[in-house]
């Protein structure tokens, strides 16, 4: 749907003939660095074009009313302004009323409430971070509702706590850094310590990213993923017991191979190997593009993809026979999983002019070993969350 169609729709809803404002907040893709963010390590994302949309306009009350185009079925919900608790009942519209309870226990003035109406172009339960698009297309909308400036890492922030704090995932801060802070034709190489960043021009030459869908959803609250972080901060608490560290993103490889003998269990070990491996494979990808060595950076990739896989063991069969059959085509540099595991997506760097062949081919593979096929997006990297500019009709 177009801006067009969402802004008809927005007046047929809410039987409101006023030009609603329009925001956007992009979806991510992570190139490599997966389940470093939590353990203090380096990630390497990107904002995407695909994304969501939220249309708005201000209420004379205290009353905010919420539709989704993407969960027609339950109609406009309703919140009022004093009364914005969690309730599993809500559903999707917990993440703009945790925006919101967030925003006011921050001081920010809510005066009035309003009617919004999301569309996202996300897969749903995808693994390009939906949640983390919704709360900073919301937060951008209050910024623009209630003129004021926030500054984006505080936002950025905010939207972490509403996942960790009211949502109950407990997720690192690379999703809403990268919604944030992304940059057109840019990823971001990001130390989730002490959030300095550097920007990297993305230059894929006769070369494009391709999403891989396996449609497989993942639902990230009651996956594993929790459980993996509890198994790194136990890793860690281990390794602390002699070395001075205060996150495994602080370890080279070879220290870790010195001290991973302090870890008690294996299957803890097996997890702080992977995050940091990953964290300096994360490091020298920038280097490689930096260079112009993308067949080297695809190394990097598949390389990732085997640690997720035997290591953290968070990718299963369909990740697993996607990116498999990714690395047997012609014209492909690298390919992994990208997001959380569980499901969802793979991403994968492919010859522009064998994209159509690349798509059959895993296509076929995918759904004799699977039984469905997988969906493919190629995506532009776009800019962060930002108010859209939108021609008024009169």
């Known amino acids: 749907m177009n801006v067009a169609e969402l802004t008809k729709s927005f007046e047929q809803i809410f039987q409101r003939k006023e030009q609603p404002r329009v925001f956007f907040a992009p979806g991510r893709i992570n190139l490599i660095g997966e389940h470093t963010d939590y353990n203090g390590g380096h990630v390497f994302p990107a904002a995407i074009s695909f994304g969501t949309y939220a249309l708005v306009l201000p209420r004379d009350d205290q ?9 027609m079925e339950t109609g406009i919900l309703s919140v009022p302004l004093d009364n914005l608790s969690y309730k599993d009942t809500d559903k999707w519209m917990n993440y703009p009323k945790g925006v919101l309870k967030l925003w006011q226990e921050k001081g920010l003035s809510t005066p009035y409430g309003a009617d919004i109406l999301y569309y996202g172009n996300i897969p749903n339960g995808a693994g390009l971070s939906s949640s983390a698009s919704i709360e900073l297309a919301t937060a951008v909308l209050l910024e623009g509702l209630y003129g004021v400036t926030l500054d984006r890492l505080d936002m950025i922030k905010l939207g972490q706590r509403v996942e960790n704090e009211y949502i109950g995932v407990n997720s690192g801060i690379m999703d809403q850094f990268a919604i944030g802070m992304g940059k057109k034709d840019h990823a971001i190489l990001l130390d989730c310590q002490s959030l300095s960043y550097q920007y990297a021009p993305i230059e894929l030459d006769d070369h494009t990213i ?12 009651g996956s594993k993923y929790n459980e993996r972080r509890a198994e790194c901060e136990r890793a860690l608490a281990d390794l602390q017991n002699e070395l001075s560290i ?7 490889e070879s220290q870790f191979e010195t001290h991973k003998y302090l870890i008690k269990q294996d299957s803890d070990r097996k997890r702080a190997k992977h995050a940091v491996y990953e964290n300096q494979r994360t490091i020298r990808a ?8 993308l067949g080297e950076f695809g190394t990097l990739m598949n390389d990732s993809h085997v640690s997720l896989q035997k290591d953290y063991e968070v ?9 498999q059959a990714a690395w047997q085509q012609e014209g492909v540099l690298g390919a992994r999983m990208t997001g959380a595991g569980f499901g969802g997506c793979a991403i994968a760097i ?4 064998l994209v ?3 798509q059959k081919n895993v296509t076929e593979i995918y759904r004799t070993n699977i039984g469905y096929e997988p969906t493919f997006y190629q995506a532009a990297i776009s800019d962060g969350a930002k108010e859209l500019k939108i021609e008024r009709s009169f």
């Not at 391709?210 to 609250?221: C, H």
């Not at 205060?246 to 080279?252: A, I």
Request: proline fraction near 0%; glycine fraction near 6%; avoid cysteine.
């Open 63 to 71: 009353m905010f009313r919420f539709y989704s185009m993407n969960f």
């Open 210 to 221: 391709v999403i891989m869908n396996t449609n497989k959803r993942r639902e990230l609250a």
């Open 246 to 252: 205060t996150s495994l993103g602080d370890l080279t």
């Open 286 to 293: 920038l280097a490689k593009l930096k260079a112009g060595k």
């Open 315 to 323: 990718t299963g069969l369909e990740l697993d026979t996607i990116v």
């Open 350 to 353: 492919v010859e522009k002019q």
């Open 356 to 358: 159509s062949k690349f």
